[in-house]
């Protein structure tokens, strides 16, 4: 593919292959957690809370360290590495304090690798293909998130396998992502990175460059905190759905088909932030997620919701691939990881409060409330994005 080279191809196979070993395990974990080992529900948003908060810090400790030492392989090996051990050891568990402890191997090894893994990407391929880029490695990401679920209900409904018998099966994509990963991707550092060559001579180096932290990423990370601050879990969505009398295989089967749609979608919405530039595509997508969301507020027919959960793939497609090449484009080689890790960061800690807040408005003033949160946010976002955007870096 024009513009992509060999990491980009072996990162967005072994990311597919996790994410098959990952995904099969999503939609089973709280049944294994509340069916066999009896856990409450408060432990179970323990579990989560804990998981999904560890990778979060670790995100901008990952590639902080990876720009420190210069290294970026090391850590997404062992990244990836620690994500795939967690699946067998989840077989082990004999209570819920041990799928604590799984889980938090399975977030440490995804925080420690996703800066770093993103940052090679960057290496990986011209800058005037980024978006296509990252919409690759975003569309194998989400296909494995929608075979990952269908593996697990074939392998239980066809074979009869039980729970830890699955457990240990999502060990086998995970193993495979991990040997494929050490076998063909080639480790670039920061230095041998695609530097300000491309530029002419004698142009001088743009501001953006001075600092890791500058004005400009500043000003994309409280843009785009506008939206994390007010984007709950897709948890609220899937509760929403089973709230609207959909069965429990039906709300898997829409999970799914968001994730094909993602995966559809990720590389042509990649392609069009090439052309139409970044802030433009942002503000699509988060519009999308607006109407989306206003719509999870206020419709009840089955028929909107299966709508709108297919239209909530195409906002995934413009958006999450597409900001990653935002900060690519706003960061230098030697800070991408750290500035990959930052923005990560602050995307998962803000959504972990967006989550809580959701709950408690779920709770105590309706159903609606945290999807008009979301709404706002997005809204909000996308206007700040299309009229106060940071120029894009020419790295």
Known sequence: MKGIGRNVWVLGIVSGLTDISSEMLYPIVPLFLTAQL????????????????????????????????????????AGYGLSALS?????????????????????????????PRDALIAAACDKEHRGLAYGFHRAMDTAGAALGPLTALGLMHFWGLGYRQVFLAAFVPGLLGVLALAAFAKETRPAEEEA???????????????????????????????????????????????AEGFGTEEVLLAYVAYNVVYAALAMPAGRLSDSLG??????????????????????????ALWALWMSYGLYG????????????????????????????????????????????????????????????GAAAAASFFLLRAPSKARY
């Open 38 to 77: 009896g856990a409450p529900m408060a432990a179970v948003g323990l579990i989560e809370g804990t998981a999904e908060a560890t990778a979060s810090l670790l995100k901008a400790v990952g590639g902080r360290l990876s720009d420190r030492l210069g290294r970026r392989k090391p850590f997404v090996l």
């Open 87 to 115: 699946k067998p050891l989840m077989a082990l568990a004999t209570g819920w304090t041990c799928v604590l402890f799984t889980r938090f191997i399975d977030r440490t090894g995804k925080g420690l690798r996703t800066a």
């Open 196 to 242: 300000p060559a491309a530029l002419p001579p004698a142009a001088p180096v743009p501001a953006v460059a001075a600092s890791p932290l500058s004005s400009e990423f500043k000003r994309f990370l409280w843009i785009y905190g506008l939206f994390a601050i007010c984007n709950s879990s897709d948890v609220f969505l899937l509760l929403r759905m089973k």
């Open 278 to 303: 970044r802030p433009k595509t942002l503000a699509l997508g988060l519009g999308i997620f607006a109407c989306v969301y206003l719509g999870f507020a206020f419709l009840h027919s089955r028929a």
């Open 317 to 376: 497609a413009l958006t999450e691939g597409v900001a990653k090449a935002y900060v690519a484009d706003l960061s230098t080689p030697a800070s991408r990881a750290s500035l990959m890790g930052y923005f990560q960061g602050m995307s998962g800690g803000l959504a972990f409060a967006a989550s809580a807040a959701a709950g408690l408005l779920w709770t105590h003033v309706g159903a609606p409330a945290p999807f008009l949160m979301g709404a706002l």
